[in-house]
């Protein structure tokens, strides 16, 4: 299996921008599907997950602005992400679980500056 994520870039404070994350290969029974980030010189956080009957967790920093969605018949994740701050900044990672393995995209750069 491997994940595909894109749909990062630059953005001004206030902003949006929506990530994708697509899983390809053997990637049946996909479970829990999450959005990590790591900012510079910080640990990698979790900031939201999806389970496969659309239960939805939310880090306390992006609560209220970032919206997680799952396409179960395309293996995709979705980060809908409103009102970015400059602390939003870093690289986002997806990362999804099933009964056969836990597999992680490449990484996609979100900056938040204006």
């Known amino acids: 299996v491997q994940l595909q994520a894109s749909g990062g870039g630059l953005v001004q404070p206030g902003g949006s921008l929506r990530l994708s994350c697509a899983a390809t290969g053997s990637a049946f029974s996909i479970n829990t599907m999450r959005w990590y980030r790591q900012a510079p010189g910080k640990q990698r956080e979790l900031v939201s997950t999806?389970?496969?009957?659309?239960?939805?967790y939310y880090a306390d920093s992006v609560k209220g602005r970032f919206i997680i969605s799952r396409d179960n018949a395309k293996n995709t994740v979705y980060l809908q992400m409103n009102s970015l701050k400059p602390e939003d900044t870093a690289v986002y990672y997806c990362?999804?679980?099933?009964?056969?393995?836990?597999?992680w995209g490449q990484g996609t750069q979100v900056t938040v500056s204006s």
């Open positions: 999806i389970t496969r009957s659309d239960s939805t």
């Open positions: 990362n999804m679980n099933s009964a056969f393995g836990d597999y």
